[in-house]
């Protein structure tokens, strides 16, 4: 305890770092009120509450809600997530991009103002679907089409708003804006979850409360490991010759570091986001046959095995998929090859490639498996009686949303403490984060 009070006078004595953690309190604080700010014509009495499955649920407890509160900041960041997204994987497919891509900071900028700008149509485009679709006739106050149009705009304009709050946090605050506004609203509802759950259990149920809130805790400690977990490469730089003393620098031994989760949360949100297809085309045929009514009723519960099992092995090709298009061996082991370095006991060029690439296939199977684990969690708690709401703490994206941003903020707080000289916080080590955290 007292190197916990030790640590916290240490971090406020710093004024930059005391300055940035009020500049992200105060970002984080103006985000939470946006999100409780109906739009105008809404009645908010009349809104119908969902539930916390399917994407309308993940979607909305990204926002922390807002999206069932239709406030200002309904689509919150997500449109940003996926102008990214298509960005990303248009700089794999497409040479222009490509280019872009290589071209430093100048190509950096361009990437962002065609990300910001596709933003604006995603946004428009999700927008009018979302009040066309989720917001009922009866509490629409003025006229529906008059509604949508002026809804768009202001929705458009809470997105871009979101968007330069999470850029001012990055750049005033502690880092990872976009991220951080994803955490605090998944955080905001674990309060309630947490409350609701107690209430359900009631006195009766005390200890049965205490042991999930235990499991909860192991649940997240196996999360970190899966984050955290990295196979090393050993990579060998060549001694050089340097100047006219004939100096030999370099021979030293470096790692590449291959993350056992190397594709972070993206297999499970792209999984998530196909997982309403099956239940949707059972449901047009129905009426029609008892086989289809059976299959909708599946996939319309995510606590059934069917529904499951499929997300499992979505998750699973999904993570080899993004693993694929995110390393490149053979890039790779060319940046080493350029730079004297190589893996001992295997040939430059070809022969490092292929190791390179056999290693990031095995580990990513298990990494694949541990990740399809922890998305499905969450239907396993819910199985045992844990209200849903609660039971999606115990996994899936928002577990390691959570893990990853907490990660990575208290790495960014002891690298400043480590620059003034002071103790860590860790006596074991150094806090490590992640390598990739969602709309970084």
Excluded at 412 to 421: A, N, T
Aim: aromatic residues 10%; proline residues 3%.
């Amino acid at each position: 305890m007292n190197k916990l009070f030790t640590t916290l006078k240490h971090i406020f004595s710093i004024e930059e770092l005391k300055g940035r953690i009020f500049s992200t309190l105060l970002f984080l604080a103006f985000f939470r009120l946006g999100s409780y700010i109906v739009l105008p014509g809404v009645d908010a009495t009349k809104l119908t509450q969902t539930g916390d499955g399917g994407l309308f649920g993940l979607l909305n407890m990204f926002s922390g809600g807002a999206l069932s509160n239709a406030s200002v900041f309904a689509l919150g960041i997500m449109p940003y997530i996926s102008a990214s997204i298509a960005i990303q994987l248009l700089t794999i497919a497409l040479p222009y991009f490509q280019k872009m891509q290589k071209d430093g900071e100048a190509g950096r900028k361009k990437l962002n103002q065609i990300t910001r700008i596709l933003t604006i149509f995603v946004t428009a485009a999700q927008g009018f679907t979302y009040l066309q679709v989720t917001i009922p006739t009866e509490a629409i106050l003025v006229d529906p089409w008059f509604f949508r149009l002026y809804g768009v705009a202001i929705l458009v304009g809470g997105t871009m708003l979101c968007m330069w709050l999470g850029e001012k946090i990055t750049d005033k605050g502690i880092g990872n804006g976009i991220s951080m506004l994803i955490m605090i609203g998944i955080v905001s509802r674990f309060p309630s979850a947490l409350i609701q759950e107690a209430t359900s259990r009631g006195m009766s149920g005390a200890l049965l409360f205490i042991i999930e809130v235990l499991a909860l805790f192991f649940v997240v400690m196996g999360a970190v490991m899966v984050v955290q977990a990295v196979r090393r490469i050993p990579v060998q730089y060549a001694k050089q010759v340097v100047g006219s003393n004939a100096n030999a620098v370099g021979g030293e031994r470096q790692y590449i570091p291959l993350k056992l989760n190397a594709s972070g949360v993206m297999p499970i949100i792209f999984a998530q986001a196909l997982m309403f297809i099956p239940g949707l085309a059972a449901q047009s045929f129905a009426d029609k046959s008892e086989f289809a009514q059976s299959v909708a009723q599946a996939f319309g519960d995510f606590t059934t095995w069917q529904y499951n099992v499929l997300f499992a092995v979505l998750i699973i090709l999904f993570t080899f998929f993004y693993t694929a298009i995110s390393i490149n061996p053979t890039q790779i082991s060319d940046d080493m090859k350029r730079g004297g370095g190589f893996v001992p006991g295997i040939k430059p060029g070809e022969e490092t490639s292929n190791f390179i690439a056999t290693i990031l296939d095995r580990i990513t199977l298990p990494g694949a498996v541990m990740l399809s684990i922890i998305a499905i969690l969450p239907a396993i708690a819910n199985l045992f009686g844990v209200t849903r709401s609660f039971a999606s703490f115990f996994g899936g994206t928002s577990l390691l949303i959570l893990v990853g941003v907490v990660l990575d903020t208290l790495q960014q707080i002891e690298s400043y403490l480590l620059m003034r000289k002071y103790e860590g916080l860790m006596q074991s080590g150094r806090v490590k984060g992640r390598s990739e955290v969602i709309g970084r």
